[in-house]
């Protein structure tokens, strides 16, 4: 389902033909190079290491076919959809309406479509740290989103889907997300308190989003959520990137036996993973590198496939985030 690849672009049509959506990455905020045939979008992230660019490549398994379902673009080859909108947070009146207007068009446009099931959401969150009205930004968001789910009635607590948030220094709100006409069995993390259930002292509003979920079907594909270095729901190891990377670890190490107990035998496996590493500070990069190495195999097909970005964490001491993905062969 996830290809992934160190290039500047797609450069076969018939390739494109089968290609559900691209996310490219190169520090840029121009919009992606447009493909006849697919969905190009471009994130405003800078790439960390030594690959310049990326292209994440969400393949079909069938021709595709794009539709605009209101302020949602769409491709969809009948079995799965990508899709993504971004939303100017001025026009909208702040990031708790942006963050409501996002999520009541996407539920809108899957509810008019036979992937009805989100798998999985990749949010793009301006200035994340940042106060706003006494309250962090992250917050605000938080309160928007669930505002969206609920206004929707979709799974807000237990059964959510998977989802990052990462700050950016953007203007707009970027949401870019995969669904599926079969629903996914959500996948939690027994070291962790389930987001959904964090205490008060997190927000208004606790975030909405399972620890994992587990797409099955004649390919199992599992999507972890952004991980930290948070035991129970206390973050661990402030100012030390190389333990909470570590920490990082233990949590995906977790979620993977997880999702494996779900599975008729093992079919996930940490040397195996499509990794994005989202680090808050690019000095820390050497330092994050080196553990994610020893923790991943140095080796391994996850450390030649590792996208380090910079980006922001939902928590101001957090230093690293980390999300995966996984097609069981």
């Known amino acids: 389902m996830l290809r992934r690849q160190f290039v500047r672009s797609v450069r076969s049509e018939g390739e494109l033909a089968q290609v559900l959506g691209i996310v490219r990455c190169d520090g840029s905020t121009g919009q992606a190079e447009p493909a006849a045939a697919s969905l190009a979008l471009t994130l405003p992230l800078e790439v960390l290491a030594d690959h310049g660019a990326f292209l994440d490549i969400w393949q079909a398994t069938a021709p595709v076919r794009i539709e605009r379902r209101g302020e949602v673009d769409l491709a969809t080859d009948g079995r799965l959809a990508f899709g993504y909108l971004r939303v100017a947070e001025q026009s909208a009146g702040g990031l708790r309406a942006a963050a409501r207007a996002a999520?009541?068009?996407?539920?809108?446009?899957?509810?008019?479509?036979?992937?009805?099931?989100?798998?999985?959401?990749?949010?793009?969150?301006?200035?994340?740290?940042?106060?706003?009205?006494g309250l962090e930004r992250y917050r605000h968001f938080n309160i928007g989103r669930q505002e969206g789910f609920l206004g929707a009635q979709r799974a807000a607590f237990a059964g959510a889907p998977a989802a990052c948030a990462i700050g950016t220094e953007a203007d707009n709100l970027t949401v870019y997300f995969l669904a599926a006409r079969d629903a996914p069995v959500p996948i939690e993390n027994p070291r962790q308190v389930s987001a959904y259930n964090y205490p008060s002292e997190y927000g208004p509003r606790t975030p909405t989003f399972s620890r994992a979920t587990l797409a099955k079907g004649e390919r199992p594909t599992l999507f972890i959520s952004g991980t930290a270095s948070i035991v129970g729901h206390r973050s661990e190891h402030t100012d030390d990137p190389a333990a909470q990377t570590r920490e990082t670890f233990v949590n995906l190490r977790t979620v993977v036996d997880a999702a494996n107990a779900k599975m008729s035998a093992p079919a996930f496996a940490l040397d195996r993973l499509d990794y994005t590493v989202y680090v808050r500070h690019a000095t820390d990069l050497d330092a994050v590198r080196a553990q994610f190495m020893n923790e991943a195999g140095a080796q391994s097909a996850a450390a030649a496939n590792v996208v380090f970005l910079r980006g922001d964490i939902c928590r101001a001491e957090l230093l690293v985030e980390i999300e995966a993905t996984a097609t069981a062969t």
């Open 103 to 133: 999520y009541t068009s996407i539920f809108a446009a899957l509810d008019q479509h036979s992937c009805t099931h989100p798998l999985r959401f990749w949010n793009y969150v301006p200035h994340i740290n940042q106060p706003l009205d």
